[in-house]
């Protein structure tokens, strides 16, 4: 499976009712609270491809009640990021920021309508993380 099949993925569970789990590569993700069917504030989840970066960011897209994600290393803010809780300056500066935070970001922000200025510098998010952030921009 390949990112273009990641992302069908993810849009076929955005409907999907009965799965509860996914492995991709190798760790279970808890789809039921990455949609927030299951309400949790925190997620954490570390050691995860690129693949399952797609699919967490198609999930938490419309999950209102995520507060927190991390995926690689240090917590999103994703009310901020998504701009459920208004924000215009985000700083994520030196966080150790890979590229599924990247992406993760990238779905979040492409919904928000007022923020103005996302520090990401001195992170690891590489080409990848950069080009989904792009694509979120436009």
């Known amino acids: 499976i390949g990112p273009e099949g990641a992302k069908h993925i993810g849009v076929a569970l955005k409907s999907n009712r009965v799965l ?31 693949l399952s970066g797609i699919v967490i960011a198609s999930c938490v897209s419309s999950n209102s009640a995520l507060t927190s994600l991390n ?35 990238a779905s979040s922000i492409s919904t928000s309508f007022v923020l103005k200025s996302l520090n990401l510098y001195d992170n690891k998010i590489g080409d990848e993380g950069a080009q989904h952030i792009g694509e979120a921009l436009k």
């Open 20 to 50: 509860t789990t996914l492995d991709l590569d190798g760790l279970a993700l808890p789809i039921l609270e990455l949609k927030g069917v299951s309400p949790v504030e925190t997620i954490n989840l570390q050691g995860l491809t690129t």
């Open 71 to 105: 995926v690689d290393g240090h917590p999103l803010p994703i009310c901020e990021l998504k701009g459920v809780i208004p924000v215009e300056n985000i700083d994520l500066q030196e966080k150790g920021l890979k590229t599924l935070s990247a992406i993760v970001i």
